[in-house]
């Protein structure tokens, strides 16, 4: 299986023996803890839920810290589960980024930062409005928004002003760049969803 649960330490920059400049974002993966093996038989699906980042037993729930000591694993703030359809993995197995090498094609799932109420220009890329014929103050504005007696409402999805970002966003088809087993470090080209800290899922690429 090839998953694991990270945080987004930020953005930095690898240097070729050429020259050549690659952004990476850096990714501290790992190590992660098999805190269930879920089976067809038992639970009607295929699937490994991990656990990452060890905190303060007083941190979780009683339940979670139950759930976790059944195989004698450490109270993880991050539980997270993986579908695939046959693993060698057993409850208590420790996971690393070992499991990625460089070159392969990972899938990055993160939060995008929140970036509140915003308006049509922004969050939808709208032009802004002529300054001109007494429209000095609807530059920003999004302009007609609905029809007259037909259909008299608007449709449902009109690109309007509202909440901004905070959503599940997936990088696709992204490529190792660095894997640095004794520091769990995950580098990968470009940009990934959330803000550094945010907690951020790698798996192998779907596509």
């Known amino acids: 299986m090839k998953g694991l649960i990270g945080k987004k330490v930020g ?3 690898l240097i070729a023996s050429n020259g050549k400049v690659t ?3 850096i990714i501290e993966a790992g190590p992660c803890f098999v805190a269930q093996v879920k089976t067809v038989e038992k639970d009607g699906y295929s699937a490994v839920q991990l656990g ?3 905190v303060n037993p007083r941190r979780i729930a009683a339940g979670e810290k139950g759930h976790l000591k059944r195989n004698n694993l450490p109270p993880l703030r991050h539980l997270r589960e993986f579908r695939l359809k046959d693993t060698e993995l057993k409850e208590g197995d420790k996971v690393t980024v070992e499991v990625f090498a460089v070159g392969e094609a990972v899938d990055v799932i993160g939060v995008s930062k929140g970036k509140g109420f915003q308006g049509a220009i922004k969050r939808h890329h709208f032009n802004r409005q002529p300054k001109t014929h007494g429209a000095s103050d609807r530059t ?4 007609s928004t609905g029809q ?3 259909p008299g409402r608007i449709y449902k999805g009109k690109r309007m002003a509202g909440h901004m970002g905070n959503d599940r966003v997936t990088s696709q088809n992204i490529k190792v760049a660095l894997v640095d ?3 769990n470090i995950l580098a990968v080209h470009g940009s990934v969803p959330g803000a550094k800290g945010a907690m951020v899922i ?5 596509k």
Not at 140 to 143: C, E, T, W
């Open 202 to 206: 790698i798996r192998e690429a779907r």
């Open 148 to 150: 007259t007696t037909t």
């Open 140 to 143: 920003r504005a999004p302009g």
């Open 11 to 13: 953005m930095t920059q």
């Open 23 to 25: 952004p990476v974002t």
């Open 181 to 183: 087993a004794e520091r």
């Open 52 to 54: 990452f980042e060890e």
